[in-house]
């Protein structure tokens, strides 16, 4: 990721996406469905309300109760992953 | 009930409470788990599956789990890609003062299930004014999609049928209805009732508006009576929550199915899915469609549209009696009769065979519908 430490992330208001038991599944803004898996899911329903990356690594250690690393790793990967499919917007 | 068919209808009774259809106890062996799976894709109920491995009522091995996984994101990727159609067209349609209300599958998904994943659809379903149905397929075909098949004559649809359905480059479909259901049940509703209500759901952060509680029900009922056999358990199933749980007027919804002429099929869909998922919970609903006799007109109606007597032929025969006065049954007759020269062509008919053709099915129509036998068999 090349976004800064005070970047905020969100999903658009207008993104079209299901939850599945396996985690989530998002339309890419070119037509792709982009798979969310397990820990993932709690990433993608945190972004219904803006964050930075380290408020979203909290979250998922909290709610998770994940170590910061594990924590990290899940959302740079998820955070990764949807910015490259166009599905998160990013702030400054 | 096979055991069989008992299991994909236990797969689709997940999560009634009233249900006594028992779930299975153990994984079945690989060769009844792909007659089930595919049963349960063809019905449309990965997503209902899916739930009740989930919950822990439906036991399956880890393979037949990742199956189930991938099957249920495959149908969700597709409703989404229907989303955003929805979407397009939605916004033409209303740059083009067209007001449209979604039915069937998105509807049913956002505002009668209570997870939208548990209700895929394999298409978008639309009601329009009849008189704008021209300007509908006009602002369609400027996005890019194209008519099926040409209509049997071009005032066809907005003066007798269900209405047409176009398809997008990608393969996806919209079909635009001008009326509930094709037959003699769409014939019978008055379309200006369809306008009355509304009930507003959003997808991707836009307001559309369905139709009313009362008339989704209906719509769910006359779909699944005479909609074609298709999924009919996602069908039986989406009567079954809003019967349970709809948030409608009882009254007002007899009074609506007796005003439409639909009584019989609402009564005979609400004991299908009651008999179907073996619903013990009794409603004022399922008390009445218990109740509720079926004259033999009716049963014929219904009987069109079932198996092993749902042709064209019979269903066109049985929907003269929604064709009001003499002049509009004897054009609808001469439309389907007489059809357009390219109707006949994507049909690979020539006009002498498609009469030809057409009187021995209506004669057979008449015969099975009145439950008669062709003279020399007698």
């Not at chain 1, 090349?2 to 599944?25: C, I, K, N, Y």
């Not at chain 1, 979250?59 to 990967?77: E, F, I, K, N, Q």
């Not at chain 2, 739930?51 to 099957?71: C, H, K, L, M, W």
């Not at chain 2, 769409?186 to 306008?195: A, F, I, Q, T």
């Amino acid at each position: 990721m090349t976004q800064s430490r005070t970047d905020r992330f969100r999903r658009p208001v207008d993104a079209l996406w299901r939850a599945v038991p396996s985690g989530v599944v998002v339309l890419g803004r070119a037509g792709t469905p982009v798979r969310v898996n397990g820990p993932g899911r709690a990433v993608w329903e945190a972004l219904a309300q803006a964050g930075t990356r380290d408020e979203l690594v909290s979250m998922l250690g909290r709610d998770l109760h994940l170590d910061p690393p594990a924590a990290a790793t899940v959302v740079d990967s998820v955070l990764g992953q949807l910015v490259e499919q166009g599905v998160v917007e990013v702030s400054s | 009930m096979s055991d069989a068919y008992a299991s994909v209808a236990a797969v689709a009774a997940h999560g009634i409470p009233g249900s006594e259809l028992d779930p299975a106890i153990e994984p079945l062996d690989e060769a009844s788990w792909a007659i089930l799976f595919s049963a349960v894709r063809r019905e449309r109920i990965t997503g209902l599956l899916a739930a009740a491995v989930t919950a822990g009522s439906f036991p399956i091995t880890d393979a037949q789990a990742e199956q189930v996984v991938d099957a249920h994101v495959e149908d969700m990727a597709g409703v989404l890609l229907l989303e955003r159609l929805l979407l397009t067209v939605a916004a033409a349609l209303d740059s083009a003062g067209i007001e449209a209300r979604v039915l069937k599958g998105t509807a049913v998904a956002h505002l009668d299930c209570h997870d939208p994943s548990l209700r895929p659809f394999g298409d978008i379903d639309l009601l329009v004014r009849p008189e704008q149905l021209a300007a509908v397929g006009d602002t369609l075909e400027r996005l890019g999609l194209q008519p099926t098949a040409p209509q049997v004559r071009p005032d066809f649809p907005s003066r007798f049928g269900k209405g047409f359905v176009l398809r997008s480059p990608e393969g996806l479909e919209v079909d635009v209805h001008r009326t509930l259901a094709g037959g003699a049940y769409g014939l019978r509703v008055p379309v200006e009732d369809l306008w009355r209500n509304a009930r507003p759901f959003v997808v991707g952060g836009t307001v559309l508006h369905a139709l009313g509680d009362e008339e989704r029900l209906l719509h769910a009922a006359l779909h699944a009576a005479v909609g074609g056999q298709v999924c009919n358990l996602l069908s039986l199933r989406d009567v079954a929550d809003m019967a349970l749980y709809g948030d409608f007027d009882h009254d007002h919804l007899r009074a609506l199915a007796r005003r439409w002429g639909v009584e019989a099929a609402l009564a005979t869909t609400v004991r299908s899915a009651w008999e179907a998922f073996r619903i013990s919970d009794v409603t004022a609903l399922s008390r009445w469609a218990e109740r509720h006799p079926i004259p033999a007109r009716e049963a014929r109606i219904l009987a069109a549209h079932a198996p092993p007597r749902s042709t064209y032929a019979a269903q066109a025969l049985v929907a003269l009696s929604g064709v009001d006065g003499v002049r509009a049954r004897v054009s609808y007759l001469t439309s389907l009769a007489l059809p357009d020269r390219q109707f006949l062509q994507s049909r690979g008919y020539t006009r002498r065979e498609w009469l030809s053709r057409g009187a021995g099915r209506s004669w057979e129509a008449v015969h099975q519908l009145h439950g008669r036998r062709r003279p020399e068999e007698a």
